[in-house]
């Protein structure tokens, strides 16, 4: 059997577009009869435990050296573009002349289609949330020694919380230092089966990361990193905890208040982001 010619494999490619193409459509079709089925329009459209889902059922699957990063971008544009044909919504991303990285994190995960706007302070960008101008606030990881960390404005009950971490499934290039961010938004939190949860621990008199670690343990949790930051009214310490920890989970009310704690405060939760197979490596040496 002879080999295909040039034209001929340039036909195959054709062709296997237009499928593509003809699915993305068939893809547009299906979701629409899915957003008939929910009902009136209500609150921001995104579901990251959904689309975390199906970025793992992808990961599971895919295989050969076409890069699994390039496929999550692909269905992270694909994904924003049909939410915004359901519901708009915007996105405010801590950037300036600066700070250039989370503008591109953000564009990967959100994609191109959808309005963002960049503020030059991490406080600017969360108060367009808490104002109601932005759906979605883009904001760094927190890491210790902050003087005006953006995260003790979660610890109030009507306060937003943290829905998501980006990147999900791997990076591509970024105008800075590479760093983790953190999606704010109204949003109830969902489990997918495996997660990171955020808690504010507040205490009164300051208490050491040995200290606080004991106590969580002792009640059944697993802390994986923890900042601090003083306020005049006490501590404040950002603790995330494996496993999805909702409300009315037990654990939280094993943690012994009477010796240091006055509050614990669930302030978000995310799907554990996809291997290093997949995914850029975290530098943990000065912080989360």
Same mark, same amino acid.
Request: no cysteine; proline share 7%.
């Given at each position: ?12 490619i054709?062709? /296997? ?16 009869? +899915?957003?008939? $089925? ?13 689309e ?8 599971? &699957?895919?295989?050969?050296p076409?890069?699994? !990063?390039?496929?999550? &971008? ?28 989370l503008?591109? @994190? $953000? &564009?990967?995960?959100?994609? *191109?289609?959808? =309005?963002? *706007? ?7 960008a ?25 995260? +003790?404005a ?8 943290? +829905? ?8 591509? *290039? +970024?105008? %800075?230092?590479?760093?983790?961010? @953190? !999606?704010?938004?109204? @949003? ?7 997660d990171?949860? @955020?808690?504010?621990?507040?205490? /009164?008199?300051?208490? *050491?990361?040995?200290?606080?670690n $004991?106590?969580?343990? &002792?009640?059944?949790?697993?802390p994986?990193?923890?900042v ?13 905890l %494996?496993?999805?920890?909702?409300? #009315?989970?037990r654990?939280?009310?094993?943690i #012994? ?9 669930? /302030? ?6 996809? %291997? =290093? ?8 040496a000065?912080?989360?």
């Open positions: 059997m002879s080999k295909p010619t040039l034209d001929q494999l340039r036909r195959e054709d062709a /296997i577009d237009d499928q593509i193409h003809d699915l993305i459509l068939q893809r547009w079709e299906t979701v629409r009869h +899915v957003a008939a $089925a929910k009902g009136p329009k209500s609150g921001l459209p995104v579901r990251p435990a959904r975390a889902a199906m970025l793992r059922r992808l990961a599971a &699957r895919h295989s050969g076409f890069p699994f !990063a390039a496929l999550a &971008r692909m269905w992270h544009e694909m994904i924003a573009a049909f939410t915004m044909l359901q519901a708009d919504y915007s996105v405010a991303v801590y950037a300036n002349e600066r700070e250039h990285t503008w591109d @994190l $953000a &564009r990967d995960q959100f994609g *191109s289609q959808v =309005p963002m *706007s960049p503020y030059p302070t991490q406080r600017d969360l108060a367009q949330l808490f104002e109601g101008r932005h759906d979605v606030a883009v904001l760094p990881m927190p890491r210790e020694g902050e003087e005006d960390p953006w995260w +003790v979660l610890a109030g009950a009507e306060a937003p919380r943290v +829905v998501m971490r980006i990147p999900f499934a791997g990076v591509g *290039s +970024v105008r %800075g230092p590479m760093q983790d961010a @953190l !999606a704010v938004a109204r @949003l109830t939190l969902e489990p997918t089966g495996s990171r949860t @955020l808690v504010v621990v507040e205490t /009164i008199q300051p208490l *050491s990361r040995t200290g606080l $004991a106590i969580l343990q &002792r009640a059944g949790l697993s994986h990193f923890t601090s930051a003083h306020r005049d009214n006490g501590w404040y310490h950002l603790v995330e %494996g496993d999805f920890i909702g409300p #009315d989970d654990r939280l009310d094993l #012994d208040v009477r010796d240091a704690v006055s509050r614990v405060s669930i /302030i978000g939760a995310y799907a554990e982001v996809l %291997g =290093p197979e997949h995914a850029a490596p975290v530098d943990d000065d912080g989360p």
